[in-house]
């Protein structure tokens, strides 16, 4: 008997359209002699409808225009309740399959709402989750539990920050700390999204403010010259398998931001990375020691830099990475032999 997977797509966050590109590379890709497909849209406004119309809208951006009911959770009974125009109707799902990245999803939320209603859901649960998009308090973690080197840091939170005074001594912090250039950054937000590489004074106060307009505590961060190293590790009931590593060439860009990751043709990648086998095996044993440090479940995928001397340093984790046919996670894992399909249909059976 095939088991009901409802996809989530879209969300408030300022991610929307990724996830779009991620929800219509699953849609396309799962194997529909196993599961069946059920679809959950969520609007920029958080309005949340059962989506029965042409997955090609998802792609589009049109989908809100299309035969849609509002939708809710029912906490009893690990239901879906679609209001549709004859009256409610109680629909089980099996599993839920999150095709949302950044806030509102990615760190945690949904997991928690389907948790209370006692529907799994692939990858992290409600508290890695959070951990995870909160990238200060994962590199708490990942300093007292592991190995890898981290860059210095100064977390600024919103309240510290009451005019240009209080700007100026966090500036003054980090310049003692690190120096220019740094990366100032929101701490809970993904796909860069408000991160800046500030290389002189007069940037600062600017590249703050606009972090801080994306989440009120933000991470500014020494600048690690290296290049970009990107490992996904897939776990299975217990089992934790580490694809072989991508590398990320930026090419003109100063550093890996949203409009390179999925708008201009400025970067490529080398899958494997340039890396000697040793030093594949190093980075993957500190992906999976993260992986595990930070309680997470499903898939992950952990970003490093590699430096000139051929240390690592770990960057940020993402528990629910871009999963669209070319996004680098699922590169990943088809180089090492795990196709597209396959690996969705690994990944809902974790779950349940």
Known sequence: MKKTILILFGGKSSEYEVSLSSATGAIENI?????DVRLCGITREGRMYWFEDDPAMIAA???ES????PLAVDFSDGTVLVMRDCGPEHIRVDAVLPMIHGKFCEDGTMQGLFAVAGIPVV???CQSSAVCMDKAAAKAIVASETSVRLAKAVVVKADAVRNGDDLLRIREEAERKFGYPMFV?????GSSVGVTKVKTADRFDEAVRAALREDTKVLVE???VGREIEVAVLEEHGKVTVAHPAEIDTGSSEFYDYETKYISDASSFYLPARLSPEKQDEVRGYAADIFRALDCRGFSRVDFFCTESGEFVFNEINTLPGFTPISMYPKMMVNDGVSYRDLL???IESAL
């Open 185 to 189: 950054k929101p701490s809970r937000a």
């Open 31 to 35: 194997d529909t002699d196993r599961y």
């Open 222 to 224: 020494e600048c690690i």
């Open 66 to 69: 299309g035969k849609k009911f």
């Open 61 to 63: 951006d049109t989908w």
């Open 123 to 125: 990858g992290c649960d």
């Open 345 to 347: 249909s690994r990944l």
